[in-house]
C-alpha cells in the first residue's frame, strides 16, 4: 500500500534512507513529495531502494533531486546521473525535489546545502551509485524469475532482457526486488560506456518554464490562503519601538496587523491589498547601533584593522627576507565594496501553520536550515514541519539566508491560514546579507636577475562563516576567506597570505564565488602589475611561472589561441586573467574599446577545465550566466550606505548588464578525464582582473577599486 507522506514520521524517513545498507522498502512515499498515481485497474505500489529512487509497480520512476534548481542545471544534469546508471532515458525519469533529510547531506560541504558549485561534484559518485543499485537489485529480480545468471541480463530504458530475448519492465519486478539485500560493492560504468553523461541533454525544467507550469515560490497557491507584506527597519539592524495599524486595519481586504520577529506584517485577502496597507502602518523604528553607518567608516574601519598582522593562511618560505632582500619591491592597495545578490525573484514563503503540523513553501538552498528555522518560528518541534521546496528565481547564494521564513510562519499563526509572504524588490535590496567589502594589499619582490621570488597578500575583510557558525574559524582560521589566494598557483619560493578579519557591523553573505572574486581581483590584476614592472607581456610572464601546472597551461594557452590574445582587432585591447576554483582550471581573456572615456566589454573569450563533464551545454550556460553575473558587478555594483540605510533600492540605481551591454562570449571546454570541477561559479571571478588588465591596456591607467562608474576613463 502506498502511504500518505502526512502519514511519515522522522523516524520511518531516515529508515527508509538508510535501505540501501539494509533491505528494499516497498510502500513508502519519501515525506513531502507527492505520491506517484495510482495504477490504472488496481493501487500502485512502490519500491525504494534508496533515498534517491522510486519504482513503482506501474513503470513509473520518480529521482528525487537533492539540490535546490535556481538556473544552474541541476534539475537535468543530476537526474542525468542517476538515469546514466539505471539505464533509463532521461524523459523517463519524473524528478521531484527531496523533503529535508539527513540522507542527503551535501558531502563536501555538510548539510543539506545547495552551494559552492558542488552539485555535481558531490552527486557524482553517490547519484551514480544509487542508480546502480537499483539496476542491480531490479535486474536480479528478474533473472532469479526466469531462472539465469543476472550477468547476463541487461538494461534496454527500462526493460530488462534476458539472454534468451525475454523481456520485464522495472515495474513488473519491483516488489520482488524489494525483497533483496542491495549488494555492498555496486560496479559503476566507465566513462566510455556512458550514454547521457558527457552528452548534450535538453533541460527537463524548459517545457515547464515556457508553458508557465513551472512552479517557482512566488507561484504557490493554497485554499484559503491570505498574503501579507512586510514592513522592516529601515536602518540594517533597527527594530520597532512602537506602531499603530488601526489605519491599515481599516483598509479593504486587511485580515490583521501582526508584530514579527523582522517587522511588521500586514495580511490581506491581496498581496497588492497588504502592500498598500502596510504603508498605512504608523511604525516608530529604533535604528540600533548601525544608525550613523556610512560608506566612509566601513572603508576606515577596514583600513585600520589592516593595520594589524592578520591570521596566516598560507606561508611558504620566508617572505619578510626575501623582500627585505629584494632587488625591487612592487607594493598596490586594493579596495571592493559591498554587493547585492539582486535575485530576480523576491524573497518570499508560503506557510501554514496548524495544530498537526506546519508547512512551509519555499524557494532555499538550505532545505534543513529552513526546516528549523520554521519550527522555532512557529514553537514546534522540526520534525513537525514539512519544506517543499519550489524552483529558486536565482540563488547566488542569497537563498541561504532563511531571514524571509520567520515572519511567514508568525504571521500564518496568528491568523490560523496559509498566509503567503512577499518581499518587494525594494525590500529585498535594502534588506540583503551583502557580499562582504575588502581593503586588501599585496606586495611582489624580485632579485637582481628579474625573478619573482616572493608574495605577499594581506586581507581585511569580514568572515561569512563566522556569521553562519559562530567560534567555527577560531582553531583554524575561515578558508572561505582566502580562496583563490591561498592556492596562488604560481612558481614563486616565498608566498604568504594572512587575513584580518574586521567585522562592520551589518550581515554578510555568500555571493556568487564568495571570495574568489574579491581575492582573484587583487591577486590577478597584481600579476599584470608585477609583469609590467618586468616589461614583460603578461601572457609570457605568467606561463613561465605556470611552468608546472599543467592543467593552468592547458587552458591558457587555448585561450591564448582561441583570443590571439595580443593582437586585437583595430581599436580594441586585451586583458587576461587565470584562477582555479571549486576544481575547476579557468583562463579569460577581455577584449574591449573605449569611447568618451567609458569601456565597453565586447568579447570575451573563456577556456576550461572541469574535469568530467555531465551536459556540456549546461557548462556553456553557467559559463556564459557568470560572465554577465560578473561584468554587471564590475561595471556597476555596488551597495552605498548612508546613516545605516543602504541607497540602492532597484534595478534603476544597482545596474545590471542589459542585452546591449552583453558582449559576445566564447566557450572552450577542455575534455578532461579528472574528477568534475564546480562551473557554476568560477567564470564569475575572472572577469574583474581581465577587463581592469585590458583597461591599462588601453589607457595606461591601473584600476584597485571597483566599480568601474567610479571612474572616467580618458
Not at 539592524?237 to 488601526?246: A, D, I, L, P, Y
Not at 489605519?247 to 486587511?254: C, D, R
Not at 621570488?453 to 557558525?469: G, M, P, Y
Given at each position: 500500500m502506498a502511504a500518505d507522506t502526512a502519514d511519515i514520521s522522522r523516524r520511518d524517513f531516515l529508515k527508509s534512507s538508510a535501505a540501501v545498507s539494509g533491505g528494499l522498502l516497498i510502500a513508502i512515499a519519501l515525506p513531502g513529495c507527492k505520491p506517484a498515481a495510482m495504477a490504472t485497474g488496481g493501487e500502485t505500489r512502490y519500491a525504494t531502494p534508496n533515498a534517491w529512487l522510486r519504482i513503482g509497480t506501474d513503470d513509473s520512476i520518480t529521482f528525487y533531486c537533492d539540490k535546490s534548481e535556481m538556473g544552474q542545471g541541476v534539475y537535468t544534469s543530476l537526474t542525468m546521473l542517476v538515469a546514466e546508471e539505471l539505464g533509463v532515458g532521461l524523459a523517463r525519469i519524473d524528478t521531484q525535489f527531496a523533503p529535508p533529510g539527513d540522507a542527503y547531506i551535501n558531502t563536501l560541504i555538510g548539510g543539506q546545502i545547495t552551494g559552492g558549485s558542488t552539485s555535481v561534484r558531490d552527486g557524482w559518485d553517490k547519484l551514480r551509485k544509487a542508480g546502480a543499485t537499483a539496476r542491480t537489485l531490479l535486474v536480479t529480480a528478474a533473472a532469479n524469475q526466469w531462472g539465469v545468471d543476472a550477468r547476463n541480463c541487461r538494461v534496454e530504458d527500462g526493460v530488462i532482457v534476458s539472454p534468451h530475448l525475454d523481456k520485464l519492465k522495472f515495474g513488473e519486478v519491483a516488489e520482488a526486488a524489494a525483497k533483496l539485500t542491495p549488494p555492498k560493492d555496486i560496479a559503476l560504468k566507465p566513462p566510455a560506456q556512458f550514454t547521457l553523461v558527457g552528452k548534450a541533454q535538453k533541460r527537463k525544467d524548459t517545457p515547464s518554464k515556457v508553458d508557465g507550469t513551472c512552479v517557482y515560490g512566488i507561484d504557490v497557491r493554497l485554499p484559503g490562503m491570505l498574503y501579507a507584506a512586510l514592513a522592516q527597519p529601515p536602518?540594517?539592524?533597527?527594530?520597532?519601538?512602537?506602531?499603530?495599524?488601526?489605519?491599515?486595519?481599516?483598509?479593504?481586504?486587511?485580515?490583521?496587523?501582526?508584530?514579527?520577529?523582522?517587522?511588521?506584517?500586514?495580511?490581506?485577502?491581496s498581496w497588492w491589498r497588504a502592500r498598500k496597507a502596510r504603508d498605512a502602518v504608523t511604525i516608530e523604528w529604533d535604528g540600533g547601533p548601525n544608525a550613523a553607518l556610512n560608506d566612509?567608516?566601513?572603508?576606515?574601519?577596514?583600513?585600520?584593522?589592516?593595520?594589524?598582522?592578520?591570521?596566516?593562511?598560507?606561508?611558504?618560505?620566508d617572505v619578510a627576507s626575501a623582500i627585505k632582500g629584494a632587488a625591487k619591491v612592487v607594493k598596490a592597495d586594493y579596495e571592493l565594496p559591498l554587493l547585492a545578490h539582486a535575485t530576480l525573484e523576491p524573497q518570499n514563503c508560503t506557510a501554514d501553520v496548524r495544530a498537526d503540523g506546519v508547512d512551509i513553501h519555499v524557494p532555499t538552498q538550505v532545505q534543513q536550515i529552513a526546516q528549523a528555522t520554521a519550527a522555532k518560528a512557529a514553537g514546534v518541534d522540526v520534525s513537525k514541519v514539512k519544506v517543499h521546496t519550489t524552483f529558486l528565481g536565482g540563488g547566488f547564494g542569497r537563498r541561504l539566508e532563511v531571514d524571509f521564513i520567520p515572519a511567514a510562519v508568525e504571521a500564518s499563526k496568528a491568523v490560523k491560514k496559509p498566509v503567503k509572504l512577499v518581499w518587494t524588490?525594494?525590500?529585498?535590496?535594502?534588506?540583503?546579507?551583502?557580499?562582504?567589502?575588502?581593503?586588501?594589499?599585496?606586495?611582489?619582490?624580485?632579485?637582481?636577475?628579474?625573478?619573482?621570488?616572493?608574495?605577499?597578500?594581506?586581507?581585511?575583510?569580514?568572515?561569512?562563516?563566522?556569521?553562519?557558525?559562530?567560534?567555527?574559524?577560531?582553531?583554524?582560521?575561515?578558508?572561505?576567506?582566502?580562496?583563490?589566494?591561498?592556492?596562488?598557483?604560481?612558481?614563486?619560493?616565498?608566498?604568504?597570505?594572512?587575513?584580518?578579519?574586521?567585522?562592520?557591523?551589518?550581515?554578510?553573505?555568500?555571493?556568487?564565488?564568495?571570495?574568489?572574486?574579491?581575492?582573484?581581483?587583487?591577486?590577478?590584476?597584481?600579476?599584470?602589475e608585477l609583469a609590467v614592472s618586468q616589461k614583460k607581456d603578461s601572457l609570457t610572464f605568467r606561463r613561465a611561472l605556470l611552468a608546472k601546472q599543467p592543467r593552468y597551461l592547458r587552458v591558457l594557452d587555448l585561450v591564448a589561441k582561441e583570443s590571439r590574445f595580443g593582437y586585437p582587432p583595430k581599436g580594441r585591447f586585451h586583458g587576461l586573467a587565470v584562477m582555479e576554483g571549486y576544481g575547476t582550471y579557468m583562463a579569460q581573456v577581455a577584449e574591449i574599446s573605449m569611447a568618451d572615456g567609458k569601456t565597453q566589454v565586447n568579447r570575451v573569450f573563456c577556456a576550461l577545465d572541469c574535469g568530467m563533464q555531465v551536459n556540456p551545454d549546461t557548462i556553456v550556460a553557467q559559463v556564459e550566466s557568470s560572465v554577465i553575473f560578473g561584468l554587471s558587478a564590475l561595471m556597476w555594483g555596488e551597495i552605498n550606505i548612508q546613516g545605516g540605510r543602504v541607497q540602492q533600492s532597484n534595478f534603476d540605481s544597482y545596474r545590471v548588464a542589459r542585452m546591449n551591454e552583453a558582449p559576445r562570449i566564447d566557450v572552450y571546454v577542455l575534455d578532461s578525464q579528472e574528477a568534475p570541477g564546480g562551473v557554476g561559479e568560477p567564470a564569475t571571478a575572472l572577469v574583474a582582473p581581465a577587463v581592469c588588465n585590458a583597461i591599462y591596456t588601453a589607457t595606461g591607467r591601473r584600476l584597485r577599486s571597483l566599480p568601474l562608474t567610479r571612474y572616467k576613463l580618458a
Open positions: 536602518v540594517l539592524g533597527g527594530s520597532v519601538k512602537t506602531f499603530n495599524g488601526e489605519k491599515a486595519l481599516a483598509m479593504p481586504g486587511v485580515v490583521a496587523v501582526v508584530p514579527t520577529s523582522s517587522g511588521i506584517a500586514v495580511v490581506a485577502d566612509a567608516k566601513i572603508s576606515q574601519t577596514l583600513r585600520k584593522a589592516s593595520a594589524d598582522a592578520g591570521r596566516i593562511m598560507r606561508s611558504d618560505g524588490r525594494e525590500d529585498d535590496m535594502t534588506h540583503d546579507a551583502y557580499r562582504p567589502p575588502a581593503f586588501d594589499q599585496v606586495t611582489g619582490a624580485f632579485d637582481d636577475q628579474g625573478k619573482l621570488i616572493a608574495w605577499k597578500l594581506h586581507l581585511t575583510s569580514c568572515s561569512i562563516t563566522e556569521r553562519f557558525f559562530p567560534g567555527s574559524t577560531e582553531k583554524n582560521g575561515d578558508p572561505f576567506t582566502v580562496e583563490a589566494a591561498a592556492n596562488y598557483p604560481y612558481d614563486v619560493p616565498n608566498v604568504q597570505v594572512d587575513f584580518k578579519r574586521q567585522e562592520i557591523g551589518i550581515n554578510v553573505g555568500f555571493w556568487r564565488s564568495v571570495s574568489h572574486a574579491l581575492n582573484c581581483f587583487v591577486a590577478e590584476s597584481f600579476m599584470d
